[in-house]
């Protein structure tokens, strides 16, 4: 902490912060409020950067310590470094987090955060009072007209990890019919979360969307779908001019996987830009792992 504090962010001064004893994270929270807020925000961040690094480290207990900052850039930083962390009592501070928040943007992390969560439920290693819980704080947000907009939309994406569901698919129809093109992203987004086989027709009908965030949505809700309907919508659009959609586009066809789509992959290598190749072969390896060997011509 004494090197933390005087500015050091060497990974080395970061390592005894990962796998804290309780002992040791009761000196942490002590130490941790007498650090200036911007000294706060930037060990936070540096973290998150050197856990995605270094799979042998974990800052769970550190950033659970984060999660109190009086800050909310610290906590909401805080929720997002926590990413692979699926323990249940996380589950718990992420349900508080986004209902009851002073920040927006707090909110709105947490309620992304829950997602990883409502997959989980969705295949069963969730228990049902947990995915009760799950469904109740992330409905009561999407459904309340008074809820910050940007918490309204990640709780709407999240929620769609339960799996199909008729009251999750009401929301989502409501969302996409609104005249607000955000809603409509997050509704796309929500249809391949949910893995529901119902929406692949409006999934396959934005790939040809003007606007490119929705161009973007529908490419990435049809590589979890996995229908190689979309795989010719899919083809226009891994060569988007906007490289958000083109790689989303790319990524997808490997999701879908199948002849068609490894082909129109192949065809791309000897096309495509070289900052594009990356993409395209990683896509083409998946895609080929994947499938079917008597499908799929190596």
């Keep these: 902490m004494t090197a933390l504090a005087s500015g050091s962010r060497r990974t080395a001064d970061l390592l005894p912060l990962s796998d804290l004893s ?3 994270a009761a000196d942490f929270a002590a130490a941790w409020p007498l650090l200036a807020e911007a000294d706060r925000v930037t060990i936070v961040r540096r973290m998150a950067e050197v856990a995605e690094d270094r799979l042998d480290l974990y800052f769970g207990r550190a950033l659970r310590i984060a999660l109190d900052d009086p800050s909310p850039v610290v906590r909401q930083l805080a929720i997002a470094a926590l990413w692979e962390d699926e323990r249940t009592d996380l589950l718990q501070r992420f349900l508080v987090l986004a209902e009851d928040d002073a920040s927006e ?7 992304q955060g829950l997602g990883r969560f409502a997959d989980r439920s969705a295949t069963g290693e969730i228990d049902g009072s947990a995915s009760q819980a799950i469904r109740a704080v992330l409905g009561d947000i999407a459904t309340d007209a008074s809820s910050p907009y940007g918490v309204r939309r990640r709780a709407l994406e999240s929620m769609a990890g339960l799996g199909p569901d008729p009251g999750i698919a009401a929301l989502i129809a409501d969302a996409y019919a609104s005249d607000d093109q955000g809603l ?14 119902r929406w692949i027709d409006t999934v396959i ?6 606007e490119s965030e929705l161009r973007f949505e529908a490419a990435r809700a049809a590589g979890r779908l996995g229908d190689d309907r979309a795989v010719p919508g899919l083809a226009a659009l891994a060569i988007d001019p ?4 083109r ?15 490894a082909q129109v992959l192949r065809n791309l290598v000897d096309q495509a830009e070289e900052q594009d190749l990356e993409a395209i072969e990683e896509a083409l390896e998946e895609g080929l792992a994947n499938a079917d060997p008597l499908q799929v011509r190596a």
């Design 205 to 210: 009908e934005e790939l040809g969307s003007e």
């Design 22 to 24: 309780k002992g040791q």
């Design 184 to 197: 409509q992203a997050s509704a796309l987004f929500a249809m391949g979360r949910c893995l529901d086989s």
């Design 105 to 111: 943007d707090v909110r709105a992390e947490a309620a």
């Design 247 to 261: 790689y989303a586009a790319i990524a997808a066809l490997g999701q879908v996987g199948g002849r068609t789509a």
């Design 242 to 245: 906007d490289a958000e959609v």
